[in-house]
DNA sequence: TTTTAATAAATTGTATGCAAATAATTAGTC
DNA sequence: GACTAATTATTTGCATACAATTTATTAAAA
């Protein structure tokens, strides 16, 4: 009752109780399990990430492209001309305005979507997770990205 | 009903529709939202991670550190050099095999651990989730986790 | 309209993270 | 005991990630 214990106070300082260390974990273990996949149609899983969001939207700015990415200039800079060099997508100023740089995606680019296309059926074999599993996975996920920003 | 249009065939190919993504993002959000605490304490997240091991366990060699942590050598060789340089932890020779570099924590060590005391659960207030919802994310992860494997 | 503020990318510096190669040591085999 | 495996860390090279600074451009204010 009244009596405090070294054993409680720092009870939560362990791995096996930090909820960081699974996601932490898992997100590391899920990239790996991308990378035979992606090595067969030369992807880093940065780049994949980001050919899915082009394959979708075929234009965007490197701001917009970075809030659906939740990544930053910084690290997208360096993707972008990987992938430009590649011949994936096209860098170009806007006309309207020269601070935006509009990412586009290319015909190579098109048809690299479809040596992609079984690449989440392969990666939900690995996953092996039941639709309800999943999407509760999927749920509370998002409910502690949006708690947390 | 024979036929197939290329919405279904490609709509997998959706950053919403991947598991992985949002599991990448939870996690860069969460260690985004560790950084003001550990700023404190002047540790980084990965420092911070190898010190949870450490105060659990107070000597261990690298292998074994990174099977607890999910890291390879080359990861942990300069964290650990570094927490060195900050008088953290100890660095040893294991005498019976030379092979083996005993990590072993210090008395400065020790003392960050009453520091850190309170940082689990400042991040557990950030992440806002019920305990039957974390009890819940923490399964589903460490089921992924040993699927993948 | 000149000045100031705001915005968007790129750059710089630091810290991971991992694969592959290397070095040092130990274990196994003949 | 000499030779070959195997094991453990370290090093090297490449690719993120992100904070902070810088540069270029546009918008807003005086």
């Known amino acids: 009752m009244g009596t405090t214990n070294k054993e409680n106070e720092y009870s939560m300082l362990k791995l096996e109780n930090q909820l960081c260390f699974p996601l932490y974990a898992c997100s590391k273990e ?3 399990a991308y990378k035979p996949f992606l090595d067969e149609i030369d992807l880093t899983y940065t780049q994949y990430i980001t050919m899915l969001v082009l394959w979708e939207k075929k234009e965007m ?29 096209k860098r170009t100023r806007s006309k ?20 992609a296309k079984d690449v989440p059926s392969k990666i939900g074999k ?9 999407e509760e996975l999927y749920r509370l996920l998002y409910m502690v990205i949006e708690n947390i920003r």
């Open 61 to 89: 700015n490197v701001k917009t492209l970075g809030e659906n990415l939740y990544l930053d200039s910084g690290t997208l800079t360096p993707v972008l001309k990987k992938l430009e060099s590649k011949g994936l997508i």
């Open 30 to 32: 899920i990239i790996r």
């Open 126 to 134: 690995c996953v092996n997770l039941s639709k309800k599993e999943a």
């Open 96 to 115: 309207s305005d020269e601070r935006n740089l509009l990412v586009s995606i290319t015909k190579e680019g098109e048809a690299l979507k479809e040596k």
